[in-house]
């Protein structure tokens, strides 16, 4: 396993063509072992007084401003 594949997450944000051909090189345990590692974070059991639409604005202009460059 490459490096590159070896640090390939899950997001919410939509992938780069590398990043989805990377995930998809991926078995499907490997993925399933990423998405529990991810999981498995501690910010993952922090509460926020964000709302879903806070948070899908937020992840909009993120990808807005990667397209920017």
């Known amino acids: ?3 590159a594949i070896a640090g390939i997450m899950p997001s919410a ?3 780069t063509e590398a990043e989805l051909a ?7 345990d490997e993925q399933l072992a ?5 999981f498995a974070q ?3 059991d922090t ?3 964000e709302t ?3 948070i899908l604005a937020a ?3 993120h990808v807005a401003a990667r397209r920017r460059g």
């Open 1 to 3: 396993m490459t490096d």
């Open 13 to 15: 944000l939509p992938p």
């Open 22 to 28: 990377e995930w998809n090189a991926l078995t499907r």
């Open 34 to 38: 990423r998405y529990r590692e991810y």
């Open 42 to 44: 501690p910010d993952c």
């Open 52 to 54: 879903p639409d806070d």
């Open 47 to 49: 509460f926020t007084m």
């Open 59 to 61: 992840a909009r202009s």
